[in-house]
């Protein structure tokens, strides 16, 4: 039998994108309405809770399109979503559920809502238990950032991402390998790793992958490696310890008891009302004292302060006594 394999295909012309994925309609649901009824639900912040209520309208009208039911619980603080008997695709109770967890992590409405494109993804990444120090954890998200939100501008231009940093997360959205490269960058940033070597690294690709030559090799030997430098001076530690003194085998002398303290000063062979009229006398002696040192304070405010004329004599009058002595 002859093969067709090797036989022209005039309808299969290079310009035709094979990996592309059309979008789910009701007529591709064959199977109807769903048996079982799927529901997720997250909390949000209070701080969250006016911008949602003013923003839920424009999410109802959103998820409707794709046959998912939303609710805004105000007084538990949580939002809802389930599928309902007009749903017909599968996968946007998922995407739904994404919503929901983008709006309680502060990205805008109009940002979260693209997530119910096709090809759209989302990853929220959870860094503050990266760094147990909390100075060292704000330092290192600051660097996400960088000086005037440049830092992150550039990731999301160099990775076609939507990146928000926002308390304890950095939630991300766009494609699935896009997705990947911030959080490789985030996680290596909370090590320690500045982003901007991975910009540079980023930007390196994106050049190579315009190269229909190099488009297809290995692109190793163009990339830049970063090795960690010593530095030259040795760090001084924290918490800066005494010299232990010279070892020696004996062990150190016996501390006196304080019966053996009272026998030395003569107060353990006294009596008892003589050991309480000594007792007595060095309370009021050491009262005698603050009260001493409380009317030298008071009378503080009451000295005369003295003048800059008098001063100025004062050095007058050793400059020429200096003088007349050098004279002689």
């Excluded at 046959?67 to 949580?78: F, I, R």
């Amino acid at each position: 039998m002859p093969s067709t394999y090797k036989k022209d295909k005039p309808w299969d012309t290079d310009d035709i994108d094979k990996w592309k994925e059309e979008a789910f309609t009701p007529e591709q649901n064959l199977g109807g309405t769903f048996s079982e009824e799927s529901s997720f639900a997250t909390l949000f912040p209070k701080y969250r809770e006016l911008y949602l209520k003013q923003s839920w309208p424009m999410i109802t009208r959103a998820l409707e399109k794709h046959g998912v039911a939303c609710t805004l619980d105000l007084v538990e603080g949580s939002m809802t979503v389930k599928t309902t008997r007009k749903t017909f695709d599968p996968a946007a109770i998922l995407k739904a559920r994404d919503l929901i967890k983008l709006l309680a992590r502060s990205v805008p409405a109009p940002q979260a809502v693209k997530i119910l494109e096709d090809g759209m993804a989302c990853d929220v990444i959870k860094v503050r238990g990266l760094v147990t120090n909390k100075e060292r954890f704000i330092k290192r998200r600051q660097r996400i950032l960088g000086p005037n939100g440049s830092t992150l501008k550039a990731l999301e231009l160099l990775t076609q991402t939507y990146i928000l940093v926002q308390g304890n997360t950095v939630s991300a959205m766009g494609g699935y390998k896009s997705l990947k490269e911030v959080r490789r960058v985030v996680e290596d940033c909370m090590d320690n790793i500045h982003p901007i070597y991975h910009i540079k690294e980023l930007m390196i690709k994106r050049e190579l992958a315009k190269d229909p030559e190099l488009k297809n090799e290995n692109w190793d030997r163009f990339l830049p490696h970063f090795k960690k430098r010593n530095l030259s001076k040795r760090r001084k530690p924290f918490r800066v310890t005494e010299k232990r003194a010279a070892y020696t085998p004996f062990p150190p002398p016996q501390e006196k008891s304080k019966v053996d303290l009272q026998i030395e000063s003569g107060e353990y062979f006294l009596g008892k009302q003589a050991k309480e009229r000594a007792t007595k006398e060095k309370r009021e002696g050491a009262m005698r004292d603050k009260m001493e040192e409380r009317k030298r304070k008071r009378e503080e405010a009451f000295e005369v302060p003295k003048e800059d004329g008098e001063v100025k004599k004062k050095r007058k009058k050793r400059k020429v006594a200096e003088g007349e002595e050098e004279a002689s």
